[in-house]
C-alpha cells in the first residue's frame, strides 16, 4: 500500500463566501442524464476521510475493489494538514485535497467511487461525492449514515427496502434498508450515475452489514493512516 502526502492548493478556498462562490459554479457541472456501470461488474472504489483537529491532520483513503467479488485489488492513504475549518455544508472542502491524492496514488484506475456522505443529498445539492465527481469526472456515488436534514419514510423492514429521501416535495436521494430490520442507509448521485443505479450499487456492496464494503474498509484504512501520521508543524 502506498501513502503519500496530501496538499493543499494554492488557489483552495479559505472563507466561506469563497467556498460558496465554488460551490455554485462547480454544481453546474455535475452529470445526471448517465445510467452509470452496472453493479457487479469493473471495479468500485470507497474513500473516506478522518481527522486529528488537535493536531491539524486529516489522512484519507481509498480502497479498490473488484465489484463482482469485492475483494481488495489495490489500496492508497494520504495524509496532510486539515484544508478548511469546519462549516455545515462545506465539509468537501475540508477532505477533497487528501481524496484527491488518494486517489492519485493508486495504481489502477478507480472505476465509480463511493463516498461516505452526501452527494445530491446536501443542501445546496453539492456534496462530497457530487464534488469529487466534477473534479475527476469518474462516476459517484454518496452513501451517508444518517439524512442530514431532510425527511423520509422509514422504509420495509425487508433488505432492498427504499423510500424518497426528500427536501419538501423534492427526492434528493432514497433510504435504503442493507439488513433487514436494521437502520438505512441514505443514497445520493454524485456524478455520472442514476440514482436507480446508486442503491443498486449501495445493495450489492453491502451483502453482509449495514454499510458498504467499500466504505467499511476506507473507514479502517483511513484511521489506522490517522494513527500513524506525524504531527504537522505549525
Known amino acids: 500500500m502506498r501513502t503519500v502526502a496530501a496538499h ?13 462562490a465554488v460551490q455554485d459554479e ?31 491532520v486529516v489522512a484519507a483513503a481509498a480502497v479498490v475493489l473488484d465489484a463482482a467479488t469485492l475483494d ?10 486539515i484544508s478548511f475549518p469546519y462549516v455545515p455544508g462545506l465539509l468537501a472542502f475540508r477532505e477533497i485535497p487528501a481524496v484527491l491524492a488518494a486517489l492519485d496514488a493508486l495504481p489502477c484506475p478507480p472505476g465509480t467511487v463511493v463516498c461516505d456522505g452526501y452527494g445530491l443529498a446536501h443542501p445546496r445539492r453539492f456534496g462530497l461525492a457530487s464534488h469529487l465527481g466534477v473534479l475527476t469526472g469518474l462516476p459517484t456515488i454518496g452513501v451517508a449514515k444518517n439524512p442530514f436534514t431532510f425527511t423520509h419514510d422509514e ?22 434498508r442493507t439488513r433487514a430490520g436494521v437502520k438505512p ?23 453482509s452489514y449495514r454499510l458498504p464494503e467499500t466504505t467499511r ?11 500513524a501520521a506525524t504531527p504537522y508543524p505549525a
Open 8 to 20: 493543499t492548493p494554492a488557489d483552495w478556498p479559505a472563507t466561506e463566501e469563497h467556498a460558496r
Open 26 to 56: 462547480l454544481r453546474t457541472r455535475v452529470v445526471l442524464g448517465e445510467q452509470g456501470p452496472p453493479p457487479g461488474t469493473g471495479r468500485v472504489t470507497g474513500v473516506d476521510v478522518a481527522y486529528d483537529d488537535a493536531r491539524d
Open 72 to 81: 481488495v485489488v489495490a489500496e492508497a492513504t494520504a495524509v496532510g494538514r
Open 155 to 176: 422504509p420495509d423492514a425487508r433488505r432492498g427496502s427504499t423510500s424518497p429521501l426528500l427536501d419538501g416535495a423534492e427526492e434528493v436521494g432514497r433510504a435504503v
Open 185 to 207: 442507509v441514505f443514497v445520493s448521485v454524485g456524478h455520472r450515475v442514476s440514482l436507480d443505479n446508486a442503491c443498486a450499487h449501495t445493495l450489492a456492496l453491502a451483502p
Open 217 to 227: 474498509r476506507a473507514d479502517a484504512l483511513c484511521r489506522e493512516a490517522l494513527r
